[in-house]
């Protein structure tokens, strides 16, 4: 049976091309921690493969025979939220099912109707500790999506699990690992009387804290390559340096496109097509218009308040963004969803190229719906943009609109340019594609149009930079500085047709025909057209 790019669910490598789930984190410092009787935590975002590493972990400490390791989803426990009794009992019900599973006895079970007459504050220190006492080797718990319980049930677990830890191993698990999205510290837990008390507090035995990094480009292209080598379809390689633009290996997404262009365009499943990069960009695309379960989670995050307070300001390129004025605790909360990522010594940033796409497109789907025209009036006989033509008519759009409209945005701080995104967005449903960047630190937007010129892979391509700012300070100033980095960023992109700097003024106090505006400057030997908005 031909394999295929996996994107619902753990891997298997019978049916899945895969990246060995153990070499995605310090195997040698995971069986430390667990000859070390250690409690810890492995966290990663969704769909990056957690459930994968734990599974193969499972089996590679049975396969070694010195433990018995237990893999458990707790997630069912969700459904019952506050409800403490059903939530351990849930918990306890799952470990027995799948520990008599991997022991392929009845034992587990057994105990586990002994301990359910206990009260919901030890039925599941109970267990674990009668279970221990009659295993024949030390046991290994494995529990996947810790932090789907909430509240009162999920202190309820960890603080049963820490009252047992000084009975480890003879009568209590050598080594619990906790899996989930996020580091078990920065849980914000919210009892039923409202008390709010953090996971640390809860569960002070937890001696590390591991994250499962992303895909490298290295792994990309062997994950890739187990394809060619499977179906002798081959990936042109410029596909490459695309798909790491696009995903930054975030491993669903490099999943997802290859299994968008290999298998979801009919025509690519005749292996001798050779995948190019313009598949890669149409796969992308759609898998954006169709808003898989990935997405969905990504673009509900964004409602919330925590995850606006750090996002918001990223988009807008205020002040707020990069002076310590955000809580940390927000910071780290959208670090772990995957939706950003902070590296030392440069300015945060959204995490991929798909993500950047995704978040203004879904903050102004509403907005794009009603201006959808058709592109043929800013287009000009060669296929090429009319980009002056499409600013203008942005700029009469915006005098009309913009007060009422960016009122409506739920990110209404970012507003003015998330609406002239929502504009430009006609320029992808007419062929081009537009890339974004967020410069944090650098208080501007950077977007990069590309408009191909002809049908098909490898034609000429216009390209035009387009630099966004808010008015803060004196206009003059603003100018001066927008002029030196629209132009680094042509320089940075190679081969523009045109730059645009576009500068965002928010005074109350102007009236609209002095705001509205536009005027070529030459910088460098290099035309750039700004524009008053």
């Given at each position: 049976?031909?394999?295929?790019?996996?994107?619902?669910?753990?891997?298997?490598?019978?049916?899945?091309?895969?990246?060995?789930?153990?070499?995605?984190?310090?195997?040698?410092?995971?069986?430390?921690?667990?000859?070390?009787?250690?409690?810890?935590?492995?966290?990663?975002?969704?769909?990056?493969?957690?459930?994968?590493?734990?599974?193969?972990?499972?089996?590679?400490?049975?396969?070694?025979?010195?433990?018995?390791?237990?893999?458990?989803?707790?997630?069912?426990?969700?459904?019952?939220?506050?409800?403490?009794?059903?939530?351990?009992?849930?918990?306890?019900?799952?470990?027995?099912?799948e520990?008599?599973?991997?022991?392929?006895?009845?034992?587990?079970?057994?105990?586990?109707?002994?301990?359910?007459?206990?009260g919901?504050?030890?039925?599941?220190?109970?267990?674990?500790?009668?279970?221990?006492?009659?295993?024949?080797k030390?046991?290994?718990?494995?529990?996947?999506?810790?932090?789907?319980?909430?509240?009162?049930?999920?202190?309820?677990?960890?603080?049963?699990?820490?009252?047992?830890?000084?009975?480890?191993?003879?009568?209590?698990?050598?080594?619990?690992?906790?899996?989930?999205?996020?580091?078990?510290?920065?849980?914000?837990?919210?009892?039923?009387?409202?008390?709010?008390?953090?996971?640390?507090?809860?569960?002070?035995?937890?001696?590390?804290?591991?994250?499962?990094?992303?895909?490298?480009?290295?792994?990309?292209?062997?994950?890739?390559?187990?394809?060619?080598?499977?179906?002798?379809?081959?990936?042109?390689?410029a596909?490459?340096?695309?798909?790491?633009?696009?995903?930054?290996?975030?491993?669903?997404?490099?999943?997802?496109?290859?299994?968008?262009?290999?298998?979801?365009?009919?025509?690519?499943?005749?292996?001798?097509?050779?995948?190019?990069?313009?598949?890669?960009?149409?796969?992308?695309?759609?898998?954006?218009?169709?808003?898989?379960?990935?997405?969905?989670?990504?673009?509900?995050?964004?409602?919330?308040?925590?995850?606006?307070?750090?996002?918001?300001?990223?988009?807008?390129?205020?002040?707020?963004?990069?002076?310590?004025?955000?809580?940390?605790?927000?910071?780290?909360?959208?670090?772990?969803?995957?939706?950003?990522k902070?590296?030392?010594?440069?300015?945060?940033?959204?995490?991929?190229?798909?993500?950047?796409?995704?978040?203004?497109?879904?903050?102004?789907?509403?907005?794009?719906?009603?201006?959808?025209?058709?592109?043929?009036?800013?287009?000009?006989?060669?296929?090429?943009?009319?980009?002056?033509?499409?600013?203008?008519?942005?700029?009469?759009?915006?005098?009309?609109?913009?007060?009422?409209?960016?009122?409506?945005?739920?990110?209404?701080?970012?507003?003015?340019q998330?609406?002239?995104?929502?504009?430009?967005?006609?320029?992808?449903?007419?062929?081009?594609?537009?890339?974004?960047?967020?410069?944090?630190?650098?208080?501007?937007?950077?977007?990069?149009?590309?408009?191909?010129?002809?049908?098909?892979?490898?034609?000429p391509?216009?390209?035009?930079?387009?630099?966004?700012?808010?008015?803060?300070?004196?206009?003059?100033?603003?100018?001066?500085?927008?002029?030196?980095?629209?132009?680094?960023?042509?320089?940075?992109?190679?081969?523009?047709?045109?730059?645009?700097?576009?500068?965002?003024?928010?005074?109350q106090?102007?009236t609209?025909?002095?705001?509205?505006w536009?005027?070529?400057?030459?910088?460098?030997?290099?035309?750039?057209?700004?524009?008053?908005?």
């Amino acid at each position: 049976m031909e394999k295929f790019f996996n994107t619902a669910g753990p891997n298997r490598s019978e049916d899945h091309y895969t990246i060995d789930p153990l070499t995605r984190f310090d195997l040698d410092e995971v069986l430390m921690l667990i000859r070390q009787k250690k409690y810890f935590v492995l966290h990663a975002p969704r769909q990056t493969g957690k459930t994968s590493c734990l599974l193969a972990l499972r089996d590679y400490l049975n396969k070694e025979g010195d433990y018995i390791a237990v893999y458990a989803n707790v997630e069912g426990g969700q459904a019952s939220r506050n409800d403490v009794a059903a939530v351990v009992k849930s918990t306890v019900d799952v470990l027995a099912r799948e520990i008599a599973w991997t022991m392929q006895e009845p034992l587990a079970e057994e105990i586990r109707d002994s301990a359910q007459k206990e009260g919901r504050d030890s039925m599941l220190s109970t267990y674990l500790s009668k279970l221990c006492e009659q295993l024949s080797k030390p046991l290994v718990l494995l529990l996947d999506e810790i932090d789907s319980l909430v509240g009162d049930s999920l202190i309820a677990v960890l603080r049963q699990i820490r009252s047992g830890y000084v009975n480890r191993p003879a009568a209590f698990p050598q080594s619990i690992i906790l899996c989930g999205v996020r580091d078990v510290r920065d849980y914000r837990i919210v009892l039923s009387d409202q008390d709010i008390i953090t996971g640390g507090s809860a569960f002070n035995i937890k001696a590390e804290s591991l994250r499962l990094g992303d895909f490298s480009k290295d792994e990309i292209h062997e994950l890739y390559m187990q394809h060619t080598r499977a179906t002798g379809q081959v990936f042109d390689e410029a596909c490459f340096p695309m798909v790491w633009e696009a995903t930054e290996g975030q491993p669903w997404l490099v999943n997802a496109l290859a299994y968008e262009v290999a298998w979801k365009m009919k025509e690519n499943r005749d292996r001798s097509v050779r995948i190019t990069p313009e598949m890669m960009y149409r796969a992308q695309e759609r898998i954006i218009y169709r808003r898989d379960t990935h997405i969905d989670i990504l673009i509900d995050k964004l409602k919330e308040p925590r995850v606006r307070r750090v996002i918001e300001p990223m988009l807008a390129n205020s002040d707020e963004a990069d002076e310590g004025i955000i809580p940390s605790d927000d910071i780290q909360y959208a670090v772990d969803l995957g939706l950003i990522k902070r590296e030392r010594g440069k300015p945060r940033r959204i995490s991929n190229g798909i993500y950047r796409e995704i978040i203004p497109r879904e903050l102004t789907w509403s907005t794009q719906d009603v201006l959808v025209q058709e592109p043929q009036w800013y287009q000009r006989a060669d296929n090429s943009i009319d980009m002056e033509k499409l600013l203008l008519d942005f700029q009469q759009f915006f005098r009309q609109n913009a007060d009422s409209w960016i009122g409506k945005f739920d990110y209404a701080e970012a507003g003015p340019q998330l609406l002239l995104q929502a504009f430009l967005q006609r320029i992808v449903n007419g062929g081009g594609y537009i890339d974004r960047e967020y410069g944090l630190g650098r208080k501007r937007t950077d977007l990069l149009i590309r408009k191909p010129l002809t049908d098909g892979y490898g034609g000429p391509v216009q390209r035009i930079v387009l630099e966004l700012k808010i008015l803060r300070g004196a206009l003059d100033t603003a100018i001066e500085k927008g002029l030196q980095q629209t132009a680094e960023y042509m320089d940075t992109v190679g081969s523009v047709d045109e730059g645009h700097l576009i500068i965002f003024d928010r005074s109350q106090t102007k009236t609209w025909e002095q705001r509205i505006w536009h005027q070529p400057y030459t910088h460098q030997d290099r035309t750039i057209m700004v524009w008053g908005m």
